[in-house]
């Protein structure tokens, strides 16, 4: 009945770095704005926010790539929930999609 439930959700940490510095750290909610999971009511009703693969990380993250200034970088780490378990899906650079 609820056999994707929780697919494709995140458990870890964004940073974006100036540099080799941080200069903030976001939940993945903080990422596309929310300030909790949605209620879904009904079975047809999806979280469309997800991913499933580190390749998934820019298109989650791209309003906030498209607002951080050149010399930023946008960094996760942390785990992304798959029907086999949760998956590292770490990325030096979200934004710039290189792993």
Same mark, same amino acid.
């Given at each position: 009945?609820?056999?994707? /439930?929780? &697919?494709?959700?995140?458990?870890?940490?964004? +940073? #974006?770095? =100036?540099?080799?510095?941080? #200069?903030? =750290?976001? !939940?993945? &909610?903080?990422? #596309?704005? &929310?300030?909790?999971?949605?209620?879904?009511?009904? #079975? !047809?009703?999806?979280? @469309?926010?997800?991913?499933?693969?580190? +390749?998934?990380?820019?298109?989650?993250a /791209?309003?906030?790539?498209s607002?951080?200034? /050149? %010399?930023? =970088?946008? +960094?996760?780490a942390?785990? +992304? !929930? @798959?029907? %086999?378990?949760?998956?590292n899906?770490d !990325?030096?650079?979200?934004?710039?999609? @290189?792993?």
């Open positions: 009945m609820y056999h994707d /439930a929780g &697919l494709g959700l995140l458990k870890g940490e964004f +940073a #974006i770095y =100036r540099g080799e510095i941080v #200069i903030k =750290r976001l !939940s993945p &909610l903080q990422v #596309i704005d &929310l300030q909790r999971y949605p209620f879904v009511k009904g #079975i !047809s009703a999806k979280f @469309t926010e997800v991913v499933h693969a580190r +390749a998934d990380l820019k298109t989650y /791209a309003e906030l790539c607002k951080m200034a /050149a %010399d930023e =970088r946008l +960094a996760y942390g785990l +992304a !929930s @798959t029907h %086999d378990g949760w998956i899906v !990325s030096d650079d979200v934004c710039g999609g @290189t792993p």
